[in-house]
């Protein structure tokens, strides 16, 4: 059984700009560090692309690009986990949550972008995802409005 978090965060720049920040393989290393230092990204961000996010271990999720309006809205699908590099999306474990959807949707806001996540978890991520979740929209805005 999973659970839909919702968090949003205004960000003082144009959508664009966000959207490039969040997408970008330095800056994205930069927000994504709050969920674990030194994560990363391979892959694509195109709509049909296979995409896995990893921690520095080779550990992370293995995910394909649902959905990729530019500069309007993305959606990953979760389709399982990698461990020790090697994608599992057969396991008994993975198919309990499998997929999953991460979402992401920017909207023009006057004087900058509200961005808007939902993001579909299993009970024992919910604590997790609602402590960190928010500090990497923070970080995330601070890039933005920095000019980093």
Same mark, same amino acid.
């Given at each position: ?83 020790? *590099?090697?994608?599992?999306?057969? /396991?008994?474990? $993975? ?5 999953? #959807?991460?979402?992401? %949707? =920017?909207?023009?806001?006057?004087? *900058?972008?509200?961005?808007?996540? /939902?993001?579909? $978890? ?5 604590? #997790?995802?609602?402590? %960190? =979740? ?15």
């Amino acid at each position: 059984m999973k659970t839909t978090l919702q968090f949003s965060e205004f960000i003082q720049s144009p959508r664009a700009r966000v959207w490039e920040t969040m997408l970008d393989p330095d800056s994205y290393r930069l927000w994504t560090s709050e969920f674990c230092e030194g994560s990363c990204y391979e892959g694509s961000w195109a709509q049909g692309s296979r995409i896995r996010f990893l921690a520095p271990n080779g550990d992370g999720m293995t995910s394909e690009i649902a959905e990729n309006r530019l500069h309007e809205r993305i959606s990953i699908r979760h389709l399982g986990e990698v461990k020790a *590099g090697v994608d599992d999306l057969e /396991s008994a474990s $993975v198919k309990d949550w499998a997929p999953a #959807y991460e979402n992401y %949707t =920017f909207t023009e806001a006057p004087g *900058g972008t509200e961005i808007q996540v /939902s993001v579909e $978890v299993t009970p024992d991520f919910v604590p #997790y995802m609602k402590d %960190t =979740f928010p500090k990497a929209l923070r970080r995330l805005k601070s890039l933005c409005e920095s000019g980093s």
